[in-house]
């Protein structure tokens, strides 16, 4: 299977990336490295899509050179179907990066992130549902659905910071998945519900 580096946009739509990835000729892409390699995109760059189209060659190498990443995420919560494992957060520093897992069946709410965003996949499979903002005279928060997208081990998403989606963990296996994000605008950040045409910020 070819894995796949994908852009979701506010539009509720989302297209496949070319990513190239620099060759570092490290044995083992270190946290710390990655890091700082993103620091210099983050200083450079003001624009999301600009830093995305940086990142996501940066998060495709971790996939290919960290084994270190095989070992950062814990088990899902059974109480709650799931689990988040902070790799790195820093009081000032806009920037955190999670290592989350999903049991199987378990779904996320109807969500943007008010920040940049890049997913990879490591093992499970995840859909992700799309939708765009559709307002109405008499509901300013109304969204419609815009399509889904099957994530397999090795896929990359990146996520502008209005893209609206919820992911719902497939298959047999829990979903682990990396996780880097910008500081979130939480004035932005809403959590939608389509049936009452509402959003909530969380
Ligand atoms: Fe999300």
């Known amino acids: 299977m070819v894995n796949q580096d994908w852009l979701a946009t506010e539009d509720g739509k989302w ?56 070992f950062a995420a814990q088990p899902p919560d059974p109480k709650v179907g799931w689990s988040v494992n902070f790799l790195y957060e820093e009081p000032q520093f806009p920037l955190t990066i999670q290592m989350v897992a999903w049991l199987p069946g378990q779904k996320s709410p109807i969500h943007n992130h008010a920040t940049w965003g890049v997913v990879a996949l490591l093992s499970g499979q995840e859909k992700n549902r799309f939708w765009r903002r559709a307002a109405d005279e008499s509901h300013p928060d109304r969204i419609e659905q815009t399509g889904e997208l099957i994530l397999n081990p090795g896929d990359i998403i990146s996520f502008m910071p209005d ?35 509402t959003a909530q910020q969380f």
């Open 163 to 197: 893209a609206i989606h919820a992911v719902e963990a497939l298959g047999d296996e829990p979903t682990v998945s990396f996780n880097i994000y910008g500081a979130p605008n939480y004035q932005d950040r809403w959590r939608f519900d389509p049936q009452a045409h």
């Open 15 to 70: 297209q496949v990336c070319h990513s190239a990835v620099p060759g570092e000729g490290l044995h083992q892409y270190r946290l710390y490295r990655f890091l700082t390699n993103v620091e210099d995109i983050i200083e450079h760059h003001s624009q999301e899509q600009v830093r995305l189209e940086k990142m996501r060659p940066l998060v495709r190498q971790l996939l290919t050179e960290s084994t270190w990443l095989q």
